[in-house]
């Protein structure tokens, strides 16, 4: 799960993903391998999973300044490598059949030593999920993502509209815009959905009524 910008939706995304997948009784996991400033993210995926698998594995670099992960670790003077992250995160994957990895921040912010999410996405071989809220400048912004990935070669896209709470003129027109600039990528438009809780009980009856099943086909 990767977005357009910070703030956007990935982890209501990721949540409710991993909600549908574990209500039908899919072996999944999701991951939060990111994090800066707090673990709101990472501890709701701990929750829906139980607390089965531990925070330290859910989210393996954590850091203390709310601000993009490679300048919050050099704070703090750490150095994450390409190589660590990837090693953080195939460790889980023998453990599941499906594993979801929430990004941090937007697409090309740095995370780590000389990578951000794109490269990280190269490496692992992802099929990706861009999330881009409904809103004025998602054209743009979705663009330019959708760029920045196949010119990396990155394969397997889908985008996941998601309305807002106050939505513009431009989230009358965006999904059809984006359908029409982007014909080969699967677009889900996700729904507007109030009472917004960091918690799993929230997450698991949202995914009952969305459609994150075309996302993950």
Same mark, same amino acid.
């Given at each position: 799960?990767?977005?357009?910008?910070?703030?956007?939706?990935?982890?209501?995304?990721?949540?409710?993903?991993?909600?549908?997948?574990?209500?039908?009784?899919?072996?999944?996991?999701?991951?939060?391998?990111?994090?800066?400033?707090?673990?709101?993210?990472?501890?709701?995926?701990?929750?829906?999973?139980?607390?089965?698998?531990?925070?330290?594995?859910?989210?393996?670099?954590y850091?203390?300044?709310?601000?993009?992960?490679?300048?919050?670790?050099? #704070? $703090?003077?750490?150095s994450?490598?390409?190589?660590?992250?990837?090693?953080?995160?195939?460790?889980?994957?023998? $453990?599941?059949?499906?594993?979801?990895? $929430?990004?941090?921040?937007?697409?090309?912010?740095?995370?780590?030593?000389?990578?951000?999410?794109?490269?990280?996405?190269?490496?692992?071989?992802? $099929?990706?999920?861009?999330?881009?809220?409904?809103?004025?400048?998602?054209?743009?912004?979705?663009?330019?993502?959708?760029?920045?990935?196949?010119?990396?070669?990155?394969?397997?896209?889908?985008?996941?509209?998601?309305?807002? #709470?106050a939505?513009?003129?431009?989230?009358?027109s965006? @999904?059809?815009?984006?359908?029409?600039?982007?014909?080969?990528?699967?677009?889900?438009?996700?729904?507007?959905?109030?009472?917004?809780?960091?918690?799993?009980?929230?997450?698991?009856? #949202?995914?009952?009524?969305l459609?994150?099943?075309?996302?993950? @086909?």
């Amino acid at each position: 799960m990767t977005g357009t910008d910070t703030g956007v939706g990935k982890t209501f995304v990721t949540g409710c993903c991993l909600a549908h997948l574990l209500r039908s009784a899919k072996k999944a996991r999701a991951l939060k391998p990111f994090c800066s400033g707090e673990r709101t993210d990472a501890l709701l995926l701990w929750e829906l999973q139980k607390q089965r698998i531990p925070l330290e594995s859910i989210n393996p670099f954590y850091f203390k300044k709310p601000v993009a992960p490679w300048t919050a670790a050099r #704070a $703090e003077k750490k150095s994450i490598t390409l190589a660590d992250a990837r090693h953080a995160i195939e460790a889980q994957t023998r $453990e599941c059949d499906f594993l979801l990895i $929430e990004g941090a921040g937007g697409l090309l912010s740095p995370l780590g030593e000389n990578f951000n999410a794109a490269d990280l996405i190269v490496q692992l071989g992802c $099929e990706v999920i861009l999330v881009a809220g409904n809103r004025l400048g998602v054209l743009n912004h979705t663009l330019l993502s959708v760029e920045a990935l196949t010119r990396r070669g990155i394969r397997g896209i889908k985008i996941a509209l998601i309305d807002i #709470a106050a939505p513009d003129l431009a989230s009358q027109s965006n @999904e059809k815009d984006l359908r029409s600039l982007c014909p080969a990528i699967p677009l889900v438009r996700l729904p507007f959905v109030p009472n917004y809780k960091p918690e799993a009980p929230f997450f698991e009856n #949202a995914a009952v009524n969305l459609d994150v099943a075309g996302l993950l @086909e």
